[in-house]
């Protein structure tokens, strides 16, 4: 037998490719101390076959600096402190549990709790969106092998969505109302249909006035990167950012209570500005400044842009998030009707003569 007792605890000992193994497993029970050694023969074994065992996956509380330390050498600040955020909610279910040990069912428990608390559909899929991407970073690590979301058996809950579109009245009211920076922020992206943290970040290096596009170097999207043409309502604003940039940023970020800036930094947000302009401006149901991005996807479709060129436009990654993009008016619908209508009436009255003809020729 090769598990003995050597005073309070039992060893074992063997030889295995001629190495011997001698071990003291500091276990006083002797069947424990021959599974410890049956272990051990196992990964040997394992070794020579060529069997690497992977050690185990870390806790997510462990893995969430780690976690954000990646998001932030993306240059993200702003998913970073969403991320952030999430976790803060995930940590209390998972955080103690390891990456490989995270379930469906428990994940399904979690998105119950979160609704029971009066959370919304899209607050909770916040949550579920940033625990899929820790997993699918973790995946990519090798430290595990799949994830209930790549396995499908997660389902992210229906939401209400608050997209609108402006008019042309309700644009008007509110760039009037606007202060700036705002003002020219909002401009720029209703004529042009960059995201806020596009404009923001719009560089000198981004300008190309010979050719009148800006280039969008990247963003949320692979397809972010793109050149996006200025229409001759944005020129005039574009052009004066970029004499005043003196080399920097075309809305940068402002410092303290004072008018100066940093021109190193761009400006990160203009919700305040946003808020106090749509109060200024009388407009009744109140919107947020994405739907200016909204607002320009519509009106370029209603305009005929095929979806295709407007998701190049906007940068969207495939042509589902165009789709889900743009809301059509109900104008532009009746407007659709009313060619078929036409269209019909011209092909039967084409139809009745065609018809009449070849009637009057066999007479």
């Known amino acids: 037998m090769s598990v003995y007792k050597r005073g309070q605890y039992y060893s074992y000992g063997f030889l295995f490719e001629g190495r011997r193994y001698q071990v003291s497993t500091k ?24 069997i690497v065992r992977r050690k185990p996956s870390p806790l997510l509380k462990d893995f969430k600096s780690e976690f954000l330390d990646m998001v932030e050498l993306e240059r993200k600040p702003k998913t970073r402190s969403s991320y952030e955020t999430c976790l803060r909610n995930l940590l209390p279910w998972f955080g103690a549990q390891r990456l490989s040990e995270i379930r469906a069912d428990a994940i399904a428990e979690f998105k119950e709790s979160r609704l029971r608390e009066g959370r919304r559909g899209a607050t909770v899929n916040r949550d579920l969106g940033c625990l899929r991407r820790v997993l699918s970073v973790a995946i990519k690590r090798g430290l595990i092998d799949s994830s209930p979301f790549t396995a499908h058996r997660v389902e992210f809950l229906p939401e209400v969505r608050r997209e609108r579109v402006l008019t042309f009245t309700e644009e008007k009211s509110y760039l009037k109302a606007a202060t700036q920076p705002l003002q020219d922020v909002a401009l720029v992206m209703v004529e042009i249909g960059l995201r806020p943290e596009e404009v923001f970040t ?25 050149d996006v043409p200025i229409t001759q309502r944005a020129l005039p604003v574009i052009r004066r950012r970029l004499s005043q940039a003196k080399g920097g940023y075309l809305f940068p970020l402002r410092v303290g209570n004072v008018k100066g800036c940093d021109r190193t930094q761009p400006m990160t947000t203009v919700q305040k500005a946003h808020e106090e302009a749509l109060e200024d401006s009388g407009i009744k149901l109140a919107f ?11 009106r370029a479709i209603e305009a005929g842009t095929d979806p295709l060129t407007l998701a190049k ?14 809301h059509l008016s109900k104008r532009h619908l009746a407007q659709a009707q009313v060619r078929m209508e036409q269209f019909r009436a011209e092909r039967e009255i084409a139809e009745a003569e065609a018809i009449a003809g070849l009637a009057a020729g066999v007479q």
């Open 27 to 50: 276990l006083t029970n002797k069947l424990a101390a021959e599974r410890a050694e049956a272990i051990r023969k196992a990964e040997l074994a394992q070794g020579r076959a060529g």
């Open 202 to 226: 719009l560089h000198s290096n981004h300008v190309r006035l010979g050719g009148s596009y800006l280039h969008v170097p990247g963003g949320k999207t692979p397809k972010a990167r793109r």
């Open 288 to 298: 947020r400044l994405y739907d200016l991005r909204h607002t320009y996807g519509t």
């Open 313 to 326: 436009l906007m940068g969207h990654a495939d042509l589902k998030t165009t789709q889900r993009y743009v």
